[in-house]
């Protein structure tokens, strides 16, 4: 235990004496002033913890320098007591207690009694002082936790608010993820409506077409009736060609995918792509020397490139620049692209310095029939096709742009690698030149639609084979039974309780080396089971195709 300072003041030296005999049992240090004066130099240097004080002092008695002890604040709290040579009354112990005194003892004084109320003042100062230094060292610790429940708050509420920030960006993501599933799902939709739409107009094109072409070889006509018939054939191929677009867009076209090369493609259709935009809008290319072929339908290609051109020139009504730039780029899991597999792919962007797009209009874009250039101006079935094209090729389309700030397209296709497979699809033009050793077959036409297995059978009765027309499946294979003097069976594929597809297998079932040509007004048409090989004819079809699709199936030549 440390000891505590006991100032001891009296202008008596015998007395000081006699104090410090009394209290050194205590073993507190004792502090001895003869006056007042030199009593006020030790407390402004040491922390005094007991003042023992004379009343009757020459120079200053007790009463006034204990009020003056009490005017500094650090012992106004100070045990304080009076030592008294004689008997004092009531009014001067009163005045002693006013002045700040806390205890009187006379003289003589009787040791016992003066060691133990000054032992007891001691013993009061130092738990006084443990008693504030267990407060500062429980207010510091309190400061502490305060300061680490502050920062743990702190912490708290930046995980908080980190926490908030993910949940909206998972919350974003996901409205965003389910923003695009609708949107694919409603392009779906179309795509489904849009196909079977064309696959129906596609039937009737062909039956007019047929007819058409029919009659113009077989009437005699004068140029105002030919003008006529003409139109009218005109007309109905502008219709195939829309409802191409359409396929285009619900992924349904039939496609010839093999190597392109993008460089060879660009550089062929160049001074077309500068008729088609004019004189008012600048071509550039920002090509590399080498890139590799991708797989593609080499004319669809040419009329994609072609459609985003005039895209961009419409854009700039005022002029500008339309920029071609290519090249490779490799999608893997630490550089994804959506809706692309992992691969190798090569990118080619259109991109012009036009008004752009904004938001609503961007998101819109794609869809079919949606256009921006007013009446009359444009079917909206130029990025369709673009898009379906991508699609069906294993590519995407990727679009750009924003106000006054032009737009890019970027068209992403895969490339073309050696287990890469060729769809199997009619690929003569509708001018084809008819095989000169020509044999007559008898033919089964299957098709439920009426108006196009007359025209089929009545093409093929002109070209001098002999027709047999069913409208269903199951009747086909009850003819072929019937009939087994049947050369070729020409089969629609969408057709109701048994597909062309499946009546295919049926025959290979039966009569394995029967050939078969699938005719049907889109290509989702199956490559698997066996029918891999099957011989295909995209509707509308003309005469000349369809001779020689047959060709093609027997050993004739065409010339």
Not at 42 to 59: F, G, N, R, S
Not at 95 to 115: H, I, N
Not at 276 to 292: C, N, T, W, Y
Request: net charge negative; with cysteine.
């Amino acid at each position: 235990m440390e000891p505590v300072n006991i100032l001891l003041v009296d202008d008596q030296p015998a007395k000081l004496l006699s104090y410090e005999v009394i209290l050194q049992e205590l073993g507190e240090n004792l502090i001895k002033a003869k006056s007042g004066r030199e009593a006020l130099e030790h407390l402004l240097k040491t922390e005094v913890a007991v003042i023992l004080v004379d009343v009757c002092m020459p120079d200053q008695d007790g009463f006034e320098l204990v009020a003056m002890i009490r005017e500094h604040p650090r012992y106004q709290k100070t045990a304080i007591i009076f030592v008294s040579a004689i008997m004092m009354a009531e009014p001067d112990r009163l005045r002693g207690y006013q002045a700040g005194a806390v205890d009187y003892v006379s003289v003589p004084v009787v040791p016992e009694l003066l060691r133990a109320k000054v032992k007891v003042f001691a013993e009061l100062f130092r738990k006084t002082r443990e008693l504030e230094r267990l407060n500062a060292e429980l207010e510091r610790r309190v400061a502490e936790r305060t300061a680490e429940l502050e920062a743990s708050s702190g912490q708290l509420a930046l995980l908080n608010e980190q926490l908030e920030h993910r949940i909206e960006e998972r919350t974003r993501e996901r409205e965003e993820a389910l923003a695009q599933l609708f949107e694919a799902q409603k392009l779906d939709t179309i795509g489904q409506l849009t196909g079977g739409v064309a696959h129906d107009f596609n039937n009737l094109l062909m039956a007019a077409l047929g007819s058409l072409n029919l009659l113009k070889k077989r009437l005699p006509l004068d140029d105002r009736d030919g003008r006529l018939l003409d139109n009218a054939i005109q007309a109905a191929e502008r219709g195939a060609a829309l409802t191409q677009r359409l396929l285009a867009f619900a992924r349904r076209q039939e496609l010839k995918p093999q190597a392109v090369d993008v460089l060879q493609i660009v550089d062929g259709i160049e001074n077309l792509l500068q008729r088609a935009i004019g004189p008012g809008v600048r071509f550039a290319k920002q090509l590399p020397r080498q890139l590799s072929a991708v797989l593609v339908d080499s004319n669809q290609l040419e009329l994609a490139l072609l459609n985003l051109a005039v895209n961009a020139r419409d854009a700039m009504p005022n002029g500008g620049v339309i920029t071609v730039f290519a090249e490779e780029m490799t999608v893997s899991a630490t550089r994804p692209q959506p809706h692309l597999r992992p691969g190798p792919y090569v990118r080619i962007r259109v991109s012009d310095t036009g008004t752009g797009m904004d938001e609503a209009t961007l998101a819109k874009a794609t869809e079919p029939f949606f256009t921006t250039k007013g009446p009359g101006k444009g079917t909206g079935l130029g990025l369709s096709m673009v898009h379906g094209l991508a699609a069906q090729s294993g590519g995407t389309l990727v679009i750009s742009s924003a106000p006054d700030e032009g737009t890019s397209v970027d068209l992403w296709l895969p490339v073309a690698t050696e287990t890469s497979v060729q769809a199997v699809v009619i690929g003569d033009s509708p001018d084809a030149v008819i095989a000169s050793d020509f044999m007559a077959r008898t033919i089964l036409v299957v098709d439920d639609d009426a108006l196009v297995s007359m025209g089929t059978a009545a093409m093929l009765e002109d070209l001098g084979h002999t027709a047999i027309e069913v409208m269903s499946g199951a009747k086909a294979l009850e003819t072929l039974n019937a009939e087994p003097s049947i050369d070729l069976v020409i089969t629609d594929h969408a057709m109701p309780g048994m597909t062309g597809a499946e009546l295919a297998r049926h025959i290979r079932a039966s009569r394995p080396e029967l050939p078969i040509i699938l005719a049907s007004g889109y290509a989702e048409l199956p490559d698997s089971e066996g029918l891999s090989d099957l011989r295909r004819l995209g509707k509308p079809f003309a005469q000349a195709q369809l001779a020689a699709a047959i060709d093609h199936v027997f050993p004739k030549t065409v010339v």
